[in-house]
């Protein structure tokens, strides 16, 4: 039986990974920072079959215990401060855990490895965040990176050190760098969750208005789901490698409102959105979209879920949740 462990275990990505892995016959082991996580709950009520180990990415002797507790195959960094926005707020913090912590992870497993530093297979999550200020459209593996926030910077620093690793010491280590990917179990502070959730409330009477930032803003959006079977993909290669995973589509946030509240009925969501100066990035990310053809055609992995069921699928989950707490 394959072992896989995952860092960031409570969030989108590795929920769907943890999925997928029970799935193919693993025994998954994730890495949780404290007891007293909100969210351990919410793990152990969906992926009730991961044995859940405690760690911090800050802290490399917890990570070597939470290695020799798991013996895994495969190791999946998702850990992370994940949310740009704050990252302005507490670069160092953003740093040290984003950034830091995939050397940690690296240098762990390299240290667990020992005298066979490839047979732990390592997938580190890079972002379409690096990209920032783009340089060329599409976005490719080959694309000069200039991020524009500490997180985007932060995930670089973890990105080019996978890559020194990989090539310093013959590690497996391979990043995939994902677009914007989303699912009903995206937090309620990132935009495409906060507007689903918006639209649940207002269609309801439960809300009048949704407050937003850049409307103009355009992101490849992707379904979690679908990219957690790309990074398990890529583990599964002979050569470890880094690969650009996306839909090659993109749209804005006005399509993002025109597609939720076309769900519920409403075909004129102005009167219902304002924006808010608050909520414009110091530096802004204007267009983002991949070019993912290097993972269709190496690992044989293509998006199934397209922008507007993956809308639908959130509204549709945000409706459900908000009419269980009405009964």
Known sequence: MARALITGITGQDGLYLSELLLAKGYEVYGLVRGQNNPKIDLVRQIVPEVKLLTGDLVDLSSLLRALDQSQPDEVY????????????????????????????????????????PSRVRFYQASSSEMFGK???????????????????????????????YRESYGMHASSGI???????????????????QAVARISLGLQDALTLGNLDARRDWGFAGDY???????????????????????????????????????????????????????????????????????????????????VDMMVDHDLAEQRARMS
């Open 77 to 116: 960094n998702l850990g992370a401060i994940s949310f740009v926005a704050y990252s302005w707020e507490n670069a160092q913090l953003t740093t040290d855990v984003t950034g830091k912590g995939v050397l940690n992870m690296l240098e762990a497993v390299r240290l667990h490895a020992g005298d066979d």
């Open 134 to 164: 783009v340089q060329q459209v599409p976005q490719s593996e080959s694309t000069l990176l200039w991020p524009r926030s500490p997180y985007g910077v932060a995930k670089v620093f973890g990105h080019y050190m996978t890559i020194n």
């Open 178 to 196: 994902l677009f914007n990917h989303e699912s009903p179990r995206r937090g309620p502070e990132f935009v495409t969750r906060k507007v689903s």
């Open 228 to 310: 957690v079977d790309a990074m398990w993909r890529m583990l599964q290669q002979d050569t470890p490698d880094d690969y650009v995973v996306s839909t090659g589509q993109t749209h804005s946030i006005r399509e993002l409102l025109d597609a939720a509240f076309a769900r519920v009925g409403i075909t004129d969501w102005a009167p219902y959105v304002t924006q808010d100066p608050r909520f414009m990035r110091p530096a802004e990310v204007d267009l983002l979209i991949g070019d993912s053809a290097k993972a269709r055609t190496q690992l044989g992995w293509e998006p199934k879920v397209s922008f507007t069921e993956l």
